[in-house]
């Protein structure tokens, strides 16, 4: 059985003879790895991460080296040997990454991966280099770009333990608790100059890159073409360059959104997590559902990188396990600025005329203000006055919104669209009313309050541009900065990391919205929102922040309008321990969708039995560190009827196996074929 280890190696010393091989298929059916016996030219060439082609049937297919051993099950007489080795391939510990990521969030190696192979790569089979691009370019730095500023006091004193951090190399995790505008991204810059300097290389994971192309822009001005940007207007073309630069060591700096904790960058110092609280670094879809937060650290951890996550606003779950540095003050010595709470219990819908005067003052002052309203489109939903129909989708159990520009009427949860009606169908009136305000209702209406020609209003929300292109968003933010004054509106968006110092008003609509969501996270998303908006203003002039609400005593509400970020996370670190919900114990959410709500309520029943089946057989006491609750229905999604099941507990490693092996075994028994299983851990 298995080859003899190799006579006359020709190359370096002699390499092991069997090579393990995942398939890069999405086809279920070639789930490997599959053996393969290496020749003598290959031997000691290939490693864990080497990007193979295989003879595969009667075809030839690209797979991945996923492990190397000295012999195989399989007779020698039946291996193949690969055809050849592509030049590039996957660093060895991505593959760890990737074989932790299928551990830690209920997925299948193949698919965990895919988050780590080079872009494109299934269809990279003929395996031909790009031509390179020319001799990288000269720096940018010079005169297109800024000198270092010189350090604050809290800046010097912040990159004391930092500096000391990546000077002794080995897991570290720091949390810079800084306010908005207390330079953190100086820092970051600093932080990376030095990983630089000492011969590693660094990535940079920013929320959203069309959102904050400021920190971008910081980036490339101090540091050129050593940095590499992902975004997602990059063609495959583009994409596959820079994940060459990255791996041949050009460029030694990734930017990028949730997936540049993949970059496959060796030598690895520094991972920075700008605006930790974000909740785009999780994954909400498909599989693997990964925070890359949390994959963050376990790659800090595997490389001995330093992890500097920074936020005004950070998550309880950081602030419990992270070593913070603090930046208490604004770069400028600016104060905060002051937020206002305004009681809208008894009083129409719109503005307060507080804010109202507000706005029309920062109008006549020739200033700029932002103003957030979470929610899209023209009115929530509409209904037929003489019938009382709803306008519904027909695929989900969810009221359509008005998009009026556009002439449609749109899902938020599946997309499906259809055109504004001018009647009911079911009676015929063409008395329709709409009720509530969106963002485009509320800019359209701004805009005849405001309007005297010089004071234009700009939108900021996943519509604009239909379908929300990344450019357009951009382009939006850059004529709001250009703009000599303004009013910015938009969903959360506008809360995000935006450095504008003429924004002098920050005014919050409805902010008691996110609180009715039922979710153990929506007092931390309503203080994050709140504090992130007042962060926006006032950073070059005195700011003032007005916050509309029908709940003013809320906590979440009360603690941001004194910008109270320590005492809002003390009481909800006390809250959570309590129920023993993040980070005091974990969730795992597993979601049964079928066409009929019976089948999916029928699998949800064994899923919740095979999960505590298991649990039972490696906790026969059982403790109680793990419970299983419903299964409960949720609203029709897609045309599909679900169920969900909560899991909660305070072992996770052990409840997301049971919870993997039970879905597994659920989704093999043919009683429930035609049901779809999704399990999500830690599901935000
Ligand atoms: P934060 O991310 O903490 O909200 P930023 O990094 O956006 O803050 O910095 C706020 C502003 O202060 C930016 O315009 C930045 O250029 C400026 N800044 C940062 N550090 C310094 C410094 N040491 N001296 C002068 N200006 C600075
Ligand atoms: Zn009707
Ligand atoms: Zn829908």
Wanted: charged share 25%; hydrophobic share 40%; aromatic share 4%.
């Amino acid at each position: 059985m298995g080859v003899s280890a190799p006579t006359q190696p020709r190359r370096g010393p002699a390499g092991a003879a069997i090579v393990r091989v995942e398939p890069i298929t999405t086809a279920r059916a070639l789930c490997g790895p599959f053996d393969y016996r290496l020749g003598e030219e290959l031997r000691g060439e290939v490693e864990r991460g080497s990007m193979l082609v295989v003879p595969f049937g009667r075809r030839q297919i690209l797979g991945v080296v996923t492990g190397l051993a000295e012999r195989s099950d399989v007779p020698s007489e039946k291996l193949l040997e690969p055809v050849r080795a592509l030049e590039l391939g996957v660093p060895a510990e991505l593959i760890a990454l990737a074989e932790w990521v299928a551990a830690e969030y209920c997925s299948t190696f193949a698919r965990a991966l895919g988050l780590v192979l080079p872009p494109g790569a299934a269809r990279r089979l003929s395996g031909r280099r790009r031509r390179r691009s020319a001799e990288p370019r000269h720096r940018t730095v010079g005169a297109t770009a800024s000198e270092p500023p010189t350090l604050s006091a809290d800046q010097r004193q912040a990159l004391v333990p930092i500096l000391a951090a990546l000077a002794e190399p080995g897991a570290q995790q720091l949390l810079l608790r800084g306010v908005t505008g207390s330079g953190k991204t100086e820092v970051y810059l600093r932080a990376t100059e030095s990983a630089l300097a000492s011969g590693r290389s660094a990535i940079v994971m920013v929320p959203e890159i069309a959102l904050t192309p400021q920190i971008v822009t910081r980036f490339v001005a101090r540091f050129g073409d050593t940095v590499a940007v992902l975004h997602s207007r990059l063609t495959a073309g583009q994409r596959y360059e820079q994940w060459r630069r990255l791996r041949e060591g050009e460029a030694r700096v990734c930017v990028g959104p949730r997936s540049a904790v993949f970059a496959p960058l060796g030598d690895l110092g520094l991972i920075v997590v700008d605006e930790e609280h974000d909740a785009s670094y999780k994954q909400h879809e498909g599989d693997p559902r990964y925070d890359a937060r949390e994959v963050a650290v376990r790659r800090a951890e595997q490389t001995g990188a330093l992890l500097l996550a920074g936020s005004a606003t950070p998550r309880p779950e950081s602030v419990r396990r992270m070593r913070a540095v603090e930046l208490p003050r604004r770069v400028d010595g600016r104060p905060l600025p002051s937020v206002s709470v305004l009681d809208m219990r008894g009083l129409r819908p719109g503005l307060h005329p507080v804010t109202a005067e507000a706005l029309a003052r920062v109008r006549d002052e020739g200033g700029k203000a932002i103003v957030l309203l979470n929610r899209r489109g023209w009115s929530n939903f509409m209904s037929c006055r003489s019938c009382g129909r709803v306008w519904s989708c027909p695929e989900c159990d969810v009221a359509l919104v008005l998009h009026r520009a556009g002439g449609y009427l749109a899902c938020h949860h599946c997309g499906h669209r259809e055109r504004t009606p001018a009647s009911c169908p079911d009676c015929g009136s063409t008395s329709v009313a709409r009720h509530g305000a969106g963002t485009e209702r509320l800019a359209h209406d701004l805009a005849e309050i405001l309007d005297d020609g010089g004071f234009p209003v700009f939108r900021l929300d996943a519509d604009v541009l239909d379908g929300g292109q990344e450019a357009e968003h951009g382009t939006v933010l850059a004529s709001f900065e250009a703009a000599a004054s303004g009013v910015l509106i938009g969903t959360q968006m506008v809360a995000k990391g935006h450095d504008f110092p003429d924004v002098t008003l920050g005014v919050v609509l409805d902010a008691d919205a996110t609180l009715r969501f039922p979710d153990f996270r929506a007092e931390e998303r309503t203080f994050a929102l709140i504090a992130q908006l007042a962060g926006r203003a006032g950073r070059g002039a005195e700011g003032r922040v007005l916050v509309q609400t029908i709940a003013p005593e809320a906590r979440a509400i009360r603690y941001a309008a004194r910008h109270d970020s320590r005492g809002f996370l003390e009481a909800e670190l006390q809250r959570r321990e309590a129920l023993a919900y993040p980070p005091y114990g974990h969730l795992v959410r597993i979601v049964m969708g079928a066409e009929t709500g019976e089948p999916a309520r029928a699998a949800a029943l064994d899923v919740r039995q095979g999960t505590l089946d298991r649990l039972a057989e490696v906790d026969p006491t059982g403790s109680g560190a793990t419970a299983v609750l419903g299964p409960a229905p949720l609203f029709r999604l897609r045309g599909r009827e679900r169920q969900v099941l909560v899991v909660k507990t305070t072992r996770r490693a052990e409840a997301v196996a049971a919870v993997g092996r039970a879905v597994a075994a659920t989704a093999a028994d043919r009683t429930h074929a035609g049901v779809s299983f999704s399990v999500d851990v830690d599901p935000q």
